[in-house]
């Protein structure tokens, strides 16, 4: 058998400089992008320069920050067309989400500008006389953001927008399966009128570099988005005192009631389990449906799944894309194996589009049955299109078994009753919780974060409550007396 090649690889032409090239998903001999790949010494010194232009974009003011954040959102729109096209060949999204994913991006950075004008502080009663009392909010330093490849656009934009609206430089580090997307990134912001040196990019899959990067001295913060695994490795790796923003894995279900819309939560539900090929750590896993509608439900998702097409991205009559990787495409594609070889049942499965590359990272969305409860495609994260469906009887059971998880993102509950909504919102112990909609999905301005062991670091993501991880609070005392 013809071992296929990664959608990733560093390579090195005759030796240095390292390069990272990208493979299209969906032909995965087809070559995408090229950049170069940064080493140990290179990570390090765009540390070093980001923080020597720190003064500077600290320094200026927060009309000057907004205008640039604006000009990046300018150059995102400009270039809409060619950056989705660029999202769908190196990460396999269909056409229609990546262009979502840029118009969403435009909009965090158009929500970025205004937060330059947001680093506000607090005034406080005197409690001696002729003193008074403020803050201020002041920006850390050096931001490093880790991004991965699932939203390769707008997951950076989260993270890279805030952080330069209060007046930090960044240090971006791309995912080495999109890297054409992140140095496309870097390069509107620039465009717009972020300075490169407050804006240094850093690409590669070396873990030398990861390490140099994250650990430099000059770093005060670490923005990561990825898997467990990864973060605690970049935790053991990083000094200790810097702070962390981690968002890490998910384990996701839904609950459908004896009384919901079960065609809406039928529609919903799939839509949460295989769009985005199910690669978002905001996907549905499972599905915990009330026993006495348990059959119809799943008639009902067998049918949605059924009718779901696989292919590349550009394919209009592609539903969902490949997955980004033959490793994640194998890894899913084994776990289905598992769960089958355990006795679980294949209820419904879609199909590949006419005329797809044969080794193409294809996985078809699959809905499984009769899942063993102690089976990781039950009690683990699935991030791939496959969904479970699990009885349960009632409300109470339901949020018993969503509560006791480790990974506690977002959760969903489709019901008509207002006292089952209000129940379920004030018990449920996650970061999001849904009614009546998929669990994937979320605005540019609420706060995006999980509980238990699915963030670290106690900070959320988005709009106004981003701020608070990028900045640090300065308290001033000041005696107005003369001669004091």
């Given amino acids: 058998m013809t071992q296929k090649p990664l959608a990733h690889q560093t390579i090195s032409r005759s030796g240095p400089p390292a390069v990272v090239t990208s493979f299209d998903p969906a032909a995965p001999h087809r070559q995408v992008t090229e950049v170069p790949a940064a080493s140990a010494s290179e990570a390090a010194e765009a540390v070093r320069t980001a923080a020597a232009a720190f003064p500077c974009w600290a320094d200026a003011t927060a009309g000057r920050r907004a205008e640039a954040l604006h000009g990046a959102a300018a150059a995102l729109a400009e270039d809409a067309a060619g950056i989705a096209a660029l999202i769908c060949a190196e990460e396999g999204k269909t056409l229609g989400a990546a262009r979502g994913e840029v118009a969403k991006t435009v909009e965090q950075f158009r929500l970025a500008a205004q937060l330059a004008f947001m680093v506000e502080g607090t005034t406080y009663p005197a409690e001696s006389a002729g003193v008074s009392a403020w803050t201020q909010r002041v920006p850390l330093g050096v931001v490093v953001a880790v991004t991965p490849w699932n939203f390769p656009l707008s997951l950076a934009a989260r993270k890279l927008a805030p952080a330069l609206a209060a007046g930090n430089t960044v240090v971006f580090k791309p995912s080495p399966v999109t890297p054409g997307v992140g140095a496309r990134l870097a390069a509107a912001c620039h465009r717009g009128g972020v300075p490169e040196e407050a804006l240094r990019v850093v690409q590669g899959d070396d873990p030398e570099a990861m390490a140099a990067l994250v650990a430099a001295p000059e770093v005060r913060a670490v923005s990561f988005t990825g898997s467990d695994r990864t973060g605690a490795l970049l935790h053991r790796t990083m ?99 598992s769960a089958l070889a355990a006795g679980a049942r294949a209820v419904a499965q879609g199909g590949l589009v006419p005329g797809a590359d044969p080794s193409g990272h294809w996985l078809l969305p699959t809905l499984l049955a009769d899942v063993p409860a102690d089976h990781p495609a039950i009690t683990a994260e699935v991030f791939g299109p496959l969904l479970s469906v699990v009885p349960v009887d009632g409300p109470d059971e339901a949020l018993a078994a969503l509560n006791g998880d480790a990974h506690r993102l977002v959760t969903a509950v489709h019901t008509r009753d207002l006292g089952t909504t209000g129940r379920f919102v004030r018990a449920a112990r996650h970061g999001i919780v849904k009614v009546n909609q998929r669990t994937t999905g979320n605005g540019v301005a609420p706060p995006f974060g999980g509980w238990g062991a699915s963030s670290s670091g106690a900070f959320p993501e988005g709009g106004r409550g981003a701020l608070d991880f990028v900045t640090d609070t300065k308290t001033v005392y000041c005696d107005a007396l003369t001669g004091r």
Wanted: hydrophobic share 45%; aromatic share 4%; glycine share 10%.
């Fill in 239 to 337: 000094r200790p005192g810097v702070r962390t923003q981690f968002e890490l894995g998910g384990h996701n279900a839904a609950l459908v009631c004896a009384d919901a819309d079960l065609e809406h939560a039928a529609t919903e539900v799939a839509a949460g389990a295989f769009g985005l090929t199910g690669q978002v750590c905001t996907a549905t896993d499972r599905v915990l449906v009330d026993r006495s509608v348990a059959a119809e439900f799943t008639d009902l998702l067998a049918e949605r799944t059924a009718k779901l097409t696989v292919g590349p991205g550009d394919d209009p009559a592609a539903a969902m894309g490949p997955a980004a990787t033959a490793a994640q495409r194998d890894r899913v594609a084994g776990l289905l194996d």
